[in-house]
């Protein structure tokens, strides 16, 4: 596959990463993780938020490597397994979707769901793309 097309796909996973991150503000506020969290203990609640924080640096470096620099993600070995386990990654996160959360919270919101799962896939096969096609 042409290199020109690996890097605009990766620059396009870089714009929906971009978009994730800020859809976890989003989704803070509208399910009200600090008021549904107010209850546990303390270390619970810590231990939410740190975990939150460091899911959102790892998109937000991911976007940027993808935005700016796309090609450091198609040349050698470590690329491919960077790739490779980003397209396990993404991939794993649309069968969560299916399998593991609420289905009538699903369908109530089958719009954003049937979007998010979307954004999902099309990473996961971005990724594996440029994992395979180096």
Known sequence: ??????ESGLRIAGLMLSGL????FVAAKRWDYAGNL??????IRQVFFVHCAYIVAII???AIQCL???GLLLEGGMARVVCAFFGLFWGSRVVVQLTYYDKEMRRRDRGWDVFFLGVFLTLALIFTLAAIYQ
Not at 1 to 6: E, G, R, S, Y
Not at 21 to 24: D, E, G, Q, T
């Open 1 to 6: 596959m042409d290199t020109f097309i690996l």
């Open 21 to 24: 991150v800020v859809a976890n």
């Open 38 to 43: 107010a209850g546990r203990q303390v270390i």
């Open 60 to 62: 937000t470096a991911l």
């Open 68 to 70: 700016g620099w796309p």
